[in-house]
């Protein structure tokens, strides 16, 4: 049973980005946003086909987050990930619905959600980490974890690390790795 069977299952999973600053644990909530949980986990690990936003390219059996940037880090806001082009407006070549139904806020730090361009319906694989409560953005991203280790290394990489105007930082960092898992990493 791969991971995607997993998600649809409604099982808890764990999302574990390996990056260069650290490592950053999540529960993915695939009983409240299954759809999302399905797609980000199917893309994590390959399962999911995407289309490579800068060649075109059908990607099948290929990992969309390895090696991708926090290409937007915003100071007592946010960091984002999940362009493969690293400029903020790549993805997989698909949208997915939004999921606002689980009653779930940003009232809190620590909240995996997807990005989108601010129309319904227009997320696919940009999600955010929030570094502060954010409840303006309450029934406009779809909510699909939450972070149980490492928030310190999400709430350093916005805060702390030197970025340019746009909030990219100066150097990049990567996420090396972003494994999906059945049990929380020790």
């Known amino acids: 049973m791969g991971m995607m069977d997993e998600a649809r299952a409604g099982k808890d999973l764990y999302a574990t980005f390996d990056t260069t600053e650290g490592t950053i644990v999540v529960k993915l909530l695939s009983k409240e946003a299954p759809i999302t949980v399905e797609n980000f986990v199917g893309l994590a690990t390959g399962e999911k086909d995407w289309k490579h936003p800068g060649t075109g390219e059908q990607m099948k059996g290929t990992p969309y987050y390895d090696g991708t940037i926090f290409h937007r880090c915003l100071p007592n806001f946010m960091v984002q990930g999940g362009d493969p082009l690293g400029e903020g407006y790549g993805g997989p070549g698909f949208n997915i619905p939004d999921e606002y139904q689980s009653g779930r806020t940003f009232a809190k730090k620590g909240i995996l959600a997807m990005a989108n361009t601010s129309r319904p319906n227009s997320g696919g694989a940009q999600f ?32 702390e690390i030197p970025k340019n105007s746009s909030g990219r930082p100066n150097k990049p960092i990567v996420i090396n790795k972003l494994a999906i898992s059945t049990s929380a990493p020790a």
């Open 128 to 159: 955010f980490i929030t570094v502060v409560p954010t409840p303006h953005l309450n029934n406009k991203h779809t909510i699909f974890g939450e972070v149980v280790k490492g928030q310190e290394i999400a709430d350093r990489i916005a805060n």
